[in-house]
Protein backbone atom coordinates (compact mmCIF):
# COMPACT_ATOMS: atom_id res chain seq x y z
CA UNK A 1 0.00 0.00 0.00
CA UNK A 2 0.97 3.59 0.05
CA UNK A 3 1.72 5.26 2.71
CA UNK A 4 0.57 8.80 3.63
CA UNK A 5 4.16 10.49 4.38
CA UNK A 6 6.39 12.87 2.98
CA UNK A 7 5.15 16.25 0.31
CA UNK A 8 2.02 18.20 1.51
CA UNK A 9 -0.17 19.35 -0.96
CA UNK A 10 -0.93 22.80 -0.94
CA UNK A 11 -2.40 23.23 -4.39
CA UNK A 12 -6.36 22.74 -3.89
CA UNK A 13 -7.61 22.60 -0.17
CA UNK A 14 -11.04 22.02 -1.48
CA UNK A 15 -9.36 19.22 -4.02
CA UNK A 16 -9.08 15.86 -3.09
CA UNK A 17 -5.60 13.92 -3.27
CA UNK A 18 -5.83 10.41 -4.99
CA UNK A 19 -3.36 8.62 -5.22
CA UNK A 20 -2.29 5.36 -7.64
CA UNK A 21 0.13 2.53 -7.35
CA UNK A 22 0.30 0.84 -10.82
CA UNK A 23 2.46 -2.24 -11.91
CA UNK A 24 2.20 -2.20 -15.74
CA UNK A 25 4.01 -4.60 -17.86
CA UNK A 26 7.61 -2.23 -19.05
CA UNK A 27 6.82 -1.49 -22.82
CA UNK A 28 8.10 1.11 -25.18
CA UNK A 29 4.86 2.85 -24.98
CA UNK A 30 3.38 1.71 -21.32
CA UNK A 31 4.32 4.78 -19.58
CA UNK A 32 3.17 7.39 -22.09
CA UNK A 33 -0.52 5.50 -22.29
CA UNK A 34 -0.81 6.13 -18.52
CA UNK A 35 0.00 9.33 -18.43
CA UNK A 36 -2.29 9.81 -21.77
CA UNK A 37 -5.21 8.10 -19.65
CA UNK A 38 -4.85 10.36 -16.65
CA UNK A 39 -4.57 13.08 -19.10
CA UNK A 40 -7.75 12.51 -20.89
CA UNK A 41 -9.68 11.84 -17.75
CA UNK A 42 -8.31 15.63 -16.20
CA UNK A 43 -6.30 14.41 -13.75
CA UNK A 44 -3.11 16.75 -13.60
CA UNK A 45 -0.06 14.57 -12.10
CA UNK A 46 1.09 16.58 -8.78
CA UNK A 47 3.67 13.98 -7.46
CA UNK A 48 5.16 10.79 -9.59
CA UNK A 49 7.68 8.52 -10.21
CA UNK A 50 8.37 5.58 -12.50
CA UNK A 51 10.99 2.52 -11.32
CA UNK A 52 11.77 -0.55 -13.36
CA UNK A 53 15.05 -1.26 -11.80
CA UNK A 54 14.11 -4.25 -9.75
CA UNK A 55 12.21 -6.18 -12.61
CA UNK A 56 13.37 -4.53 -16.15
CA UNK A 57 10.07 -6.44 -17.71
CA UNK A 58 8.00 -4.84 -14.99
CA UNK A 59 7.30 -1.38 -13.95
CA UNK A 60 5.85 0.85 -11.37
CA UNK A 61 4.41 4.29 -11.38
CA UNK A 62 3.06 5.86 -8.61
CA UNK A 63 1.44 9.02 -9.37
CA UNK A 64 -0.28 11.42 -6.70
CA UNK A 65 -3.40 14.19 -8.25
CA UNK A 66 -6.53 16.50 -6.76
CA UNK A 67 -9.72 15.72 -7.98
CA UNK A 68 -12.75 17.42 -6.93
CA UNK A 69 -14.94 15.98 -4.31
CA UNK A 70 -17.32 13.82 -5.39
CA UNK A 71 -15.34 12.56 -8.57
CA UNK A 72 -16.10 8.89 -9.51
CA UNK A 73 -12.54 8.11 -9.07
CA UNK A 74 -13.69 4.17 -9.07
CA UNK A 75 -14.88 3.91 -12.55
CA UNK A 76 -11.84 5.79 -13.36
CA UNK A 77 -9.23 3.13 -11.63
CA UNK A 78 -11.71 0.41 -13.22
CA UNK A 79 -10.58 1.76 -16.60
CA UNK A 80 -7.45 2.16 -15.85
CA UNK A 81 -6.66 -1.34 -14.26
CA UNK A 82 -8.21 -3.35 -17.76
CA UNK A 83 -5.71 -1.67 -19.64
CA UNK A 84 -3.37 -4.29 -21.72
CA UNK A 85 -0.09 -2.73 -19.88
CA UNK A 86 -1.70 -3.16 -16.66
CA UNK A 87 -0.56 -5.90 -14.08
CA UNK A 88 -1.62 -4.89 -10.48
CA UNK A 89 -3.52 -1.54 -9.47
CA UNK A 90 -3.91 0.09 -6.21
CA UNK A 91 -5.61 3.41 -5.20
CA UNK A 92 -6.95 5.52 -2.51
CA UNK A 93 -8.14 8.78 -1.21
CA UNK A 94 -5.13 10.38 1.34
CA UNK A 95 -7.26 11.05 4.17
CA UNK A 96 -5.02 13.76 5.25
CA UNK A 97 -3.97 15.28 2.52
CA UNK A 98 -0.33 14.00 2.03
CA UNK A 99 1.43 13.61 -0.91
CA UNK A 100 4.21 11.02 -0.27
CA UNK A 101 7.07 8.92 -2.25
CA UNK A 102 7.63 6.46 0.54
CA UNK A 103 5.71 3.27 0.52
CA UNK A 104 4.78 0.80 3.27
CA UNK A 105 6.64 -1.26 4.24
CA UNK A 106 9.56 0.39 2.90
CA UNK A 107 12.30 -1.45 1.09
CA UNK A 108 16.07 -0.44 0.78
CA UNK A 109 18.86 -2.40 -0.79
CA UNK A 110 16.63 -5.25 -0.96
CA UNK A 111 15.53 -5.45 2.49
CA UNK A 112 12.56 -3.98 4.70
CA UNK A 113 13.53 -0.27 6.16
CA UNK A 114 12.64 2.28 8.55
CA UNK A 115 13.09 6.05 8.41
CA UNK A 116 14.23 7.18 11.30
CA UNK A 117 15.67 11.20 12.12
CA UNK A 118 19.75 11.11 11.63
CA UNK A 119 19.78 12.16 15.29
CA UNK A 120 17.87 9.75 16.52
CA UNK A 121 20.51 7.21 14.92
CA UNK A 122 23.35 9.74 16.73
CA UNK A 123 21.60 9.47 20.24
CA UNK A 124 21.95 5.26 19.83
CA UNK A 125 25.25 5.42 19.04
CA UNK A 126 25.85 8.09 22.20
CA UNK A 127 23.80 5.59 24.51
CA UNK A 128 26.55 2.44 23.61
CA UNK A 129 29.51 4.52 23.68
CA UNK A 130 28.65 5.90 26.81
CA UNK A 131 27.07 2.53 28.83
CA UNK A 132 28.87 -0.86 26.63
CA UNK A 133 32.33 -1.78 27.16
CA UNK A 134 34.37 -1.56 24.33
CA UNK A 135 31.45 0.33 22.15
CA UNK A 136 34.09 1.30 19.33
CA UNK A 137 34.62 -2.53 18.37
CA UNK A 138 31.19 -3.18 18.45
CA UNK A 139 30.24 -0.53 16.15
CA UNK A 140 33.01 -0.87 14.30
CA UNK A 141 32.07 -4.70 13.47
CA UNK A 142 28.20 -3.76 13.33
CA UNK A 143 29.62 -1.30 10.13
CA UNK A 144 31.77 -3.91 8.78
CA UNK A 145 28.90 -6.07 8.15
CA UNK A 146 26.68 -3.73 6.74
CA UNK A 147 29.06 -2.86 4.29
CA UNK A 148 29.89 -5.96 3.34
CA UNK A 149 25.71 -6.78 2.50
CA UNK A 150 25.85 -3.70 0.99
CA UNK A 151 28.10 -5.02 -1.66
CA UNK A 152 26.54 -8.36 -1.84
CA UNK A 153 23.33 -7.31 -2.51
CA UNK A 154 24.90 -4.98 -5.25
CA UNK A 155 26.34 -8.30 -6.79
CA UNK A 156 22.94 -9.51 -7.89
CA UNK A 157 22.23 -6.32 -10.22
CA UNK A 158 25.53 -4.83 -11.44
CA UNK A 159 29.20 -5.77 -11.92
CA UNK A 160 30.95 -4.95 -8.84
CA UNK A 161 34.65 -4.67 -9.98
CA UNK A 162 37.73 -2.62 -9.57
CA UNK A 163 37.02 0.53 -11.31
CA UNK A 164 33.20 1.18 -10.25
CA UNK A 165 33.05 0.31 -6.59
CA UNK A 166 33.91 3.55 -5.23
CA UNK A 167 31.56 5.26 -7.96
CA UNK A 168 28.53 3.01 -6.66
CA UNK A 169 29.60 3.46 -2.93
CA UNK A 170 29.37 7.39 -3.80
CA UNK A 171 26.13 6.81 -5.59
CA UNK A 172 24.98 5.31 -2.14
CA UNK A 173 26.31 7.40 0.30
CA UNK A 174 24.33 10.54 -1.74
CA UNK A 175 21.17 8.44 -2.23
CA UNK A 176 20.98 7.37 1.49
CA UNK A 177 21.69 10.68 3.02
CA UNK A 178 24.61 9.63 4.64
CA UNK A 179 27.20 12.23 2.98
CA UNK A 180 28.98 13.48 -0.34
CA UNK A 181 32.25 11.19 -1.00
CA UNK A 182 34.91 12.19 -2.48
CA UNK A 183 37.82 9.75 -2.62
CA UNK A 184 41.51 9.05 -3.55
CA UNK A 185 42.62 5.37 -3.76
CA UNK A 186 44.74 2.78 -5.44
CA UNK A 187 43.75 -0.75 -5.51
CA UNK A 188 46.98 -2.19 -6.34
CA UNK A 189 48.48 -0.81 -2.81
CA UNK A 190 45.05 -0.57 -1.25
CA UNK A 191 45.76 2.79 0.04
CA UNK A 192 44.05 5.91 0.09
CA UNK A 193 41.54 8.72 1.93
CA UNK A 194 38.39 8.88 1.47
CA UNK A 195 36.45 12.28 2.28
CA UNK A 196 33.05 12.58 3.09
CA UNK A 197 31.49 16.09 3.60
CA UNK A 198 28.28 16.64 5.69
CA UNK A 199 28.35 13.11 7.29
CA UNK A 200 24.88 12.78 8.75
CA UNK A 201 26.53 11.37 12.17
CA UNK A 202 29.40 14.83 12.35
CA UNK A 203 26.80 16.45 11.48
CA UNK A 204 24.28 15.94 14.40
CA UNK A 205 26.71 15.19 17.24
CA UNK A 206 27.63 17.22 20.08
CA UNK A 207 31.12 19.05 19.76
CA UNK A 208 33.33 16.26 20.39
CA UNK A 209 37.59 15.58 21.09
CA UNK A 210 37.86 12.60 19.14
CA UNK A 211 36.38 11.41 15.94
CA UNK A 212 32.97 10.22 15.69
CA UNK A 213 32.11 8.07 12.86
CA UNK A 214 33.61 5.16 13.54
CA UNK A 215 30.12 3.08 12.27
CA UNK A 216 31.37 4.69 8.95
CA UNK A 217 34.67 3.73 9.08
CA UNK A 218 33.65 0.11 9.88
CA UNK A 219 31.21 0.19 6.99
CA UNK A 220 33.65 1.32 4.69
CA UNK A 221 35.93 -1.23 5.52
CA UNK A 222 33.54 -3.82 4.85
CA UNK A 223 31.97 -2.42 1.72
CA UNK A 224 35.85 -1.89 0.06
CA UNK A 225 37.14 -5.21 1.40
CA UNK A 226 34.42 -7.17 0.09
CA UNK A 227 34.39 -5.35 -2.90
CA UNK A 228 37.91 -6.46 -3.86
CA UNK A 229 37.88 -9.58 -2.11
CA UNK A 230 40.93 -8.22 0.20
CA UNK A 231 41.29 -7.44 3.71
CA UNK A 232 41.53 -3.49 4.33
CA UNK A 233 41.10 -1.60 7.32
CA UNK A 234 39.71 1.87 8.02
CA UNK A 235 40.69 4.93 10.44
CA UNK A 236 38.92 8.03 10.81
CA UNK A 237 41.52 10.58 10.99
CA UNK A 238 39.73 14.06 10.91
CA UNK A 239 35.97 14.61 12.11
CA UNK A 240 33.61 17.22 11.28
CA UNK A 241 32.16 16.86 15.18
CA UNK A 242 35.84 17.97 15.93
CA UNK A 243 35.77 21.61 14.12
CA UNK A 244 36.55 20.53 10.76
CA UNK A 245 35.09 20.99 7.92
CA UNK A 246 34.72 17.18 6.82
CA UNK A 247 35.30 13.76 7.84
CA UNK A 248 38.48 11.62 6.69
CA UNK A 249 39.20 8.25 6.35
CA UNK A 250 42.17 6.42 5.40
CA UNK A 251 42.57 3.64 3.53
CA UNK A 252 45.30 0.93 4.14
CA UNK A 253 46.16 -2.46 3.68
CA UNK A 254 45.73 -5.18 6.31
CA UNK A 255 48.02 -6.69 8.41
CA UNK A 256 49.18 -9.94 6.44
CA UNK A 257 47.00 -13.07 7.65
CA UNK A 258 44.25 -10.26 9.49
CA UNK A 259 40.59 -11.46 9.14
CA UNK A 260 37.96 -8.20 8.69
CA UNK A 261 36.47 -9.49 11.52
CA UNK A 262 39.09 -9.16 13.90
CA UNK A 263 40.23 -5.51 12.63
CA UNK A 264 38.84 -2.69 15.09
CA UNK A 265 39.36 0.88 14.22
CA UNK A 266 42.70 2.05 14.55
CA UNK A 267 44.25 -1.27 15.44
CA UNK A 268 47.65 -1.67 13.40
CA UNK A 269 47.99 -5.23 14.26
Given amino acids: MVRDLY ?16 SYEN ?17 DIRFAYLDSSEDPSRGKYVMFTEA ?7 SIADELGKMDVILELDWGFSKNRVIQSVEFPLHL ?22 HVPQSEGLLTMIGLKSGADVVNYLRDMVDVNDSNFLDLLKELLMAAGWGILEYEMS ?21 SDVPTCGYISGFLAGYISESLNTTVQVRETICKSMGNGFCEHLVSPAPKGAKIEHLLRGESH
Fill in 7 to 22: MFSKVDKEAEVVWFNI
Fill in 27 to 43: TVHSEADITSFFAEKGL
Fill in 68 to 74: EKGSDIK
Fill in 109 to 130: LGERAVIIRAKTFVNILTMLTE
Fill in 187 to 207: TVDLKGTLRINDSFIADEYEE
